[in-house]
């Protein structure tokens, strides 16, 4: 089995400690699992401009990193026949779509995978909406396609998780926090996971700090950073947090991310536990959509049921990634991927939010490139 040696182990320190010096942000986390093994499990920094010590128990904000949990638990319920991929939307929420509408066309795959037509709307810039679920179902409901459901992949920012969310409870009958909970967190036991903060437990996320391109965080300055971004401003508002937005306000930790995809790397089980079947795995982290210009990152982009997949030049899986590597990037720097190859789970997060994306995946890409490499020199 590969295990990391203690020189592999300094040197993916030395360039975890790189980023953390030069200011990129204030606080981060890294983990790595091979073979179900957790081998790597960082933490530096501090949890915000005058916060504490950032600790392998500090739960952090993580953004789109979010959707893979949510699509895990509308997986499960796919697999125990609960519905189907190709059924329509409506057949299992009716007031989603008029009838003979083409809305009514896009089906629960198209909307795992980006291409079912509605990927942005108003109610994404309504923050304050966000913690009313019936106000989602509403916004939903009311939205109409701007592409024709099917035929072009374009990120689904917020809508992903709204639609996803809804379904689980309308299939399940449980809220898509409380399922994803018991279905997906609880059984991989990771213990800092949540969609949300519940109402009655401490907010303990690290605050996040915007910054324009190239600043760096030694001199922060007054208030959350130079300057607080919109986004950053947003998911420090305690409303926000304690909202459930399945694409968005997740909060964990780098263990328990590595962890989810160490299992999914796996097969769908860890220690014993398993959480998806082999096929379903295989299913959900193969591309089902592929495209040279997203609809609405305007760049390539390939698209499993939940998740990311790599192989594209300059993703953030490395320079090394390839197509059946899976995973998922979050605001900020925050990503995971898992490898059934290698049999790995990779998990990084910070709580300092890059203005340029491009920034963003430069650092990712480079972590990644450092474990790879770890490995493959095994």
Request: charged share 30%; hydrophobic share 35%; glycine share 12%.
């Amino acid at each position: 089995m590969p295990r990391l040696s203690d020189s592999d182990r300094q040197r993916l320190r030395a360039e975890f400690d790189r980023h953390l010096a030069v200011g990129l942000h204030h606080g981060a986390q890294l983990a790595v699992y091979v073979d179900g093994e957790l081998v790597v499990d960082f933490a530096g920094g501090t949890t915000g401009p005058d916060g504490g010590e950032t600790t392998e128990e500090t739960r952090h904000l993580l953004f789109s990193c979010t959707k893979p949990y949510a699509g895990a638990g509308l997986h499960r319920l796919l697999e125990e026949g609960d519905a189907d991929y190709d059924d329509p939307v409506v057949e299992h929420w009716p007031e989603f779509a008029d009838e003979g509408a083409q809305k009514s066309e896009i089906t629960i795959r198209q909307v795992l995978s980006h291409t079912a037509g509605i990927p942005y709307g108003e109610f994404d810039d309504e923050a304050e909406k966000w913690g009313d679920w019936d106000a989602v179902v509403r916004a939903m409901e009311d939205i109409d396609p701007v592409f024709e459901p099917g035929e072009r992949p374009a990120y689904h920012t917020f809508n992903y998780g709204w639609v996803v969310g809804e379904l689980v409870r309308r299939i399940s009958g449980q809220r898509v926090d409380e399922y994803v909970a018991e279905n997906v967190f609880d059984p991989l036991e990771m213990d800092r996971s949540s969609i949300g903060l519940a109402e009655d437990e401490e907010d303990d996320v690290a605050t996040l700090t915007g910054f324009d391109v190239f600043d760096r965080c030694r001199d922060p300055g007054e208030g959350l950073g130079i300057p607080a971004s919109e986004s950053a401003a947003a998911f420090n508002e305690e409303a926000v947090r304690r909202a459930v937005i399945p694409a968005a306000n997740g909060v964990g930790t780098a263990r328990d991310m590595a962890r989810f995809y160490a299992c999914m790397a796996n097969g769908g089980e860890l220690d014993g536990t398993r959480l998806l079947d082999e096929e379903t795995v295989a299913e959900a982290t193969r591309t089902h959509a592929e495209t040279e210009s997203d609809g609405t990152l305007s760049r390539p982009a390939r698209y499993a049921l939940g998740f990311w997949t790599g192989g594209l030049a300059n993703d953030m899986f490395g320079s090394f990634s390839r197509e059946r590597m899976f995973g998922h990037a979050g605001l900020g720097s925050v990503f995971g991927w898992g490898d059934p190859e290698l049999n790995v789970g990779f998990a990084y997060v910070t709580n300092g939010i890059r203005e340029e994306s491009w920034e963003h995946a430069a650092r990712i890409s480079g972590l990644s490139d450092a474990v790879r490499l770890a490995l493959l020199d095994y």
